[in-house]
C-alpha cells in the first residue's frame, strides 16, 4: 500500500498567526476598560474558530471515520457561540439599573455561561491531544501538553458561576505556543486522499469477518 504523503500546500503558519493572534487579543481585552475591549474579545473568540479547525486539517486529516477532527472544530464552535451569547448577557447587564431586580440574576448567568465555555474547549483540546500523539505531525511534547491543559479546562468548566479560571489562562498559554509552534514549522505533511481512502479501505479490510 502506498503510504506516502504529501506537503499540505495551506502553510500551517497561517494557522499559527490565527492562534497567536487568539491568544494575544482575549490576554488584552480585559485590559482595555472601554468597548474597544469588548470588540477585541469578541474578535478574539471569532478567531479560534478558525484557528482550531485548521489545527484540526493539520493533525487529524487523516484519522479514520474522521471523527477527532469534527470534535476539534465543532468544540471551538460552541466555545465561540457561548462566548458571544455571555457577551449579549452581560452588555444587557450592564445597561440595565442595579436596582433593578433582573440586574443580579442576568450577571450570574453571564458567570454560567462563561464558565460552560470551557468545557467545550476542554472537548477539543482532548481531541486535539489525542490526534497529535496518534498522528505524530507536531512534537510530542505538545500533545502531551494539550492533553493537560485539556484536562485543567474540563475540571474548571465543571464549577459553574465561578469567577476563578485557571482554565482559560492555561488556554491562552497553550493557544499562544502553539500558534508559536506553527509558524516555526513551514510545512506538515498531511496524506493526500487516495492515501486517506486507503487507509480507511484497510482498516475495513482489517474489521471484515
Known sequence: MNTQTAEDRSSPRL???AGIATALLLL???????????????????????FLAGLASLVAAEE????LAPVITAGGSIAAALQLVTA????????????????EPLHAVESALFALTLLPLGLALAATAAAMLRH????RWLGYATAVVAAILLGNGMVLGTE?????????????????????RRRIAVPTQHVIEAHEAAHLGRAAP
Do not use: E, Y
Open 64 to 67: 479514520t471515520g474522521r471523527w
Open 164 to 184: 476563578q479560571l485557571p482554565g482559560l489562562l492555561a488556554f491562552l498559554v497553550w493557544t499562544f505556543i502553539c500558534g508559536i509552534v506553527l509558524m516555526a
Open 136 to 139: 505524530h505531525r507536531v512534537p
Open 15 to 17: 494557522v499559527g498567526a
Open 88 to 103: 449579549g448577557v452581560g452588555h444587557v447587564a450592564n445597561n440595565v439599573s442595579k436596582a433593578s431586580p433582573v440586574h
Open 28 to 50: 488584552v481585552a480585559p485590559m482595555v476598560a472601554s468597548d474597544a475591549g469588548t470588540v477585541a474579545w469578541i474578535v478574539g473568540f471569532l478567531l479560534l474558530v478558525p
